[in-house]
């Protein structure tokens, strides 16, 4: 369902825009407000993340990711961005993790950086790097002495500076890291934030699930309107006589 609406989306359809907001929007703003910790900042997070997919489906096939894994990745994406470009959200100090993959988990839903990792959890830095290594290598079936792919690792989760250097490994990354973002319980984004999607994309006008261009049926326009009223005029000229 979800590749056939990306490359629709592509062609420019809006009502498989619409289609894919509606089975999309509530799991990645539940990611936005996971990072950002602010409903107003999370929405307009979840704006520039559908505009984004609307300019750039076509890229989609090309990016080796499932459709969610791809839209949750970019949706991470811009969240760290404004999470980086803000002020620091205040982290709570706490235990380490309960489960096998705690603090990977954290550090990707919540988008922290080694220091607010460590304080999160009641770790030192070095404590936390360590344990995030060992979660990394087994929730990727591979031994420590692979540094390149958890080097990528580190490079996807934004605890590492630097461009990637390799593609494949970043995505095999990507697809894996996403698939946290199904622990979180999806959360309706605000309707101005769609209507403001529309109105930036030139679709304010109308529904995004209807297409301006479209020709409708002749009694749906004018025309319509004129019959129906002719006809209420012959029905109370009759029953008036």
Known sequence: MLPDLIA?????????????????????????????????????VLEQVYIGIWKDAARFPDSG????????????????????????????????????????????????????????????????????????????GHAAEDAGSLAAAEQVLGLRGGTVTDAGLAAEWQERLARFADDLTPVMAPARARQRIREHLGHGLAPLSVDPLERRPWWRGPLGILA???????????WGR
């Not at 969610?68 to 205040?90: K, L």
């Not at 129906?228 to 009759?238: D, E, G």
């Open 8 to 44: 629709r989306v592509a062609k420019a359809d809006r009502r498989a825009f619409d289609a894919l907001y509606e089975a999309t929007s509530a799991r990645l703003n539940a990611l936005c407000l996971s990072i950002l910790k602010d409903r107003r900042e999370a929405e307009e």
């Open 65 to 140: 990711l499932s459709p969610m894994a791809w839209m949750v990745t970019q949706t991470r994406g811009r969240a760290m961005d404004r999470s980086h470009a803000a002020a620091p959200v205040p982290v709570d100090a706490g235990n380490p993790p309960g489960g096998a993959l705690g603090l990977v988990r954290i550090a990707y839903l919540e988008g922290l950086d080694y220091p607010r990792l460590a304080h999160r959890c009641g770790l030192s830095a070095d404590e936390a790097r360590h344990a995030l290594h060992e979660e990394l290598e087994r929730l990727a």
């Open 228 to 238: 129906i009223l002719l006809v209420a005029a012959v029905v109370w000229y009759v």
